[in-house]
């Protein structure tokens, strides 16, 4: 009640509600970051601040009230990624034929790979100037790595070479050599890493 006869008073008065001035607030951040994603996904690997603005049709002020930096924004879009790609996949059992789980890996992978190969060679040109991006590289290689471990439980009795040589078959450095430098097709490259990494298992 009290809430409510307040939000009618500043309104009486011209002056917008707190909770009116927080969603537009989030709404303006959203657009921002939305911006920066649409930029980055048509092939702007360093999009400047002022693009991100224009996108996103806000002020070039406004951009950094809402963010520190562009490394504050690129945290953002890292999280978005988490939700809608990464934490959206859930882990390969260690369950089935050694073949059938190495299929699922790959294919689980390719389709990560595909969705966020444009975001992924962004951070690449930013990593290094990025402590933030360094670090979620690291994280991210662990936890291939933990879920790669997870799914195929014989690599525990391989040699290092051998995990690590897998590690670096099924990696997005490698989908990248494949899909761009060979020029595979995504079938092409699937069928590829299917069949280095159950060579390298067998």
Known sequence: ???????????DQGIEPIDGRRARSE????????????????????PTSEAVAQRAAVGHRTVFRHFQDMDALYREIDTRLDVRVFAAVAPI?????????????VETRARIFEQVKMFKRATVIRQWS???LR???????????????HAIPEL??????????????????????LRVDQKCSVAKA????KFGALRLLS
């Open 93 to 105: 059992a260690p369950s089935g034929s050694l073949k059938s789980r190495i299929d699922k890996i």
């Open 190 to 193: 699937i069928d590829a890493l």
């Open 1 to 11: 009640m009290g809430n409510r006869f307040m939000g009618r008073a500043a309104a």
């Open 130 to 132: 990025s402590a933030f």
């Open 27 to 46: 709404k303006t951040r959203g657009l921002i970051v939305e911006a920066l994603m649409k930029l980055i996904a048509e092939g702007d690997l360093q």
């Open 135 to 149: 670090s979620k590289r690291a994280r991210n290689a662990r936890l291939l790595r933990g879920r790669l471990f």
């Open 156 to 177: 525990e009795g391989k040699s290092a070479e051998a995990q690590h040589a897998l590690e670096s078959l099924l990696s997005f450095e490698s989908w990248e050599h």
